[in-house]
């Protein structure tokens, strides 16, 4: 096609430069043709390359968008990364508060403030559904002895390992938490005071055979123990105070042993 064009203006040309078609007729209006479309042709590559340079000039600005928001997404990316990361810091840290505020620094057991949400609950279900529960205070035999003869440090560790001891032989649905310095209370949901017995028995025998050691010798240690079953009409601080007083009796009995209130009272 492009031959085809170029050999017609060729020919065009040379017949209007030919002398001898100087009278041609057709000389003139051909003549005038071929200028309207020489105008016409370059009219046209103007266009075209107005049309090339608006094209190359559209591509570079889609390039630049592109990067510009290839650029933005990145950002975002790494700001929903950081968010990210800080919510999972944020709830570690709420998860280490919710723990510190519920348990023991030293043995990792509930604390008293844990134990008496769970009591109040306890209580709560006992009033609704009549479900019985019991609870028993612990209190290691002598400690202050212990404290005295083998330092504070064993003293430490020596209630880590009760607290071993007893988070190990209770039930899954139990709660055993530290009350306070070396007393502990476990929490019996769904126990009456006899099978509460019975569990407290097994506590009492795994801690007279545990053995802490310090230096050369192996320390023993034993706890004495008050049992309270809840009953009708109480609080949990007044089924706390019948454990207490059971503790009293067991420890005037002579320690290392249980006693269950109301079955107990006998001073
Ligand atoms: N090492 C250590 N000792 C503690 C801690 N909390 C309380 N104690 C000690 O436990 C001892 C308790 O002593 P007492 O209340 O006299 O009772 P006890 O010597 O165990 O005698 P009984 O309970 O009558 O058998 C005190 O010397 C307290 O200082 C603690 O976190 N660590």
């Known amino acids: 096609m492009k031959q ?16 001898t078609q100087q ?3 057709l000389r003139e209006p051909l003549g005038s043709l071929w200028a309207n479309h020489q105008d016409l042709a370059r009219r046209i590559d103007r266009i075209s390359h107005i049309s090339d340079a608006y ?7 889609e390039q630049s968008l592109t990067e ?3 650029k933005q997404l990145r950002q975002l990316e790494k700001v929903a990364r950081i968010s990210d990361r800080y919510q999972n810091m944020m709830r570690d840290l709420n998860e280490a508060l919710r723990e510190a505020s519920t348990h023991d620094s030293l043995t990792g057991l509930a604390n008293r403030r844990l134990l008496v949400e769970r009591l109040k609950k306890e209580t709560e279900r006992f ?6 529960f019991s609870i028993a205070m612990l209190d290691v035999d002598h400690f202050k002895s212990i404290n005295d003869q083998y330092g504070h440090e064993l003293g430490d560790s020596a209630l880590t390992e009760i607290a071993r001891v ?9 709660l055993c938490g530290r009350w306070g310095g070396e007393e502990f209370l476990i929490l019996m949901p769904e126990t009456r005071a006899d099978a509460a017995a019975q569990v407290l028995e097994r506590v009492r025998g795994a801690i007279q055979r545990l053995a802490i050691r310090a230096q050369t010798d192996s320390v023993s240690i034993t706890i004495s123990a008050g049992i309270a079953e809840h009953q009708p009409g109480e609080s949990y601080s007044e089924t706390i105070n019948q454990a207490d007083h059971a503790l009293l009796v067991a420890k005037r009995g002579g320690r290392n042993q249980l006693s269950t209130a109301r079955t107990s009272l006998t001073d």
């Not at 064009?5 to 002398?19: F, G, H, K, M, V």
């Not at 007893?166 to 139990?174: G, K």
């Open 68 to 70: 510009r928001l290839n």
């Open 4 to 19: 085809l064009n170029q050999s017609l203006e060729a020919r065009i040309t040379e017949l209007l430069d030919d002398p």
């Open 55 to 61: 094209q190359s000039m559209a591509k570079l600005q």
């Open 127 to 132: 009033i609704r559904y009549q479900r019985p």
């Open 23 to 25: 009278d041609n007729p």
């Open 166 to 174: 007893l988070d190990a032989e209770i039930r899954e649905q139990d």
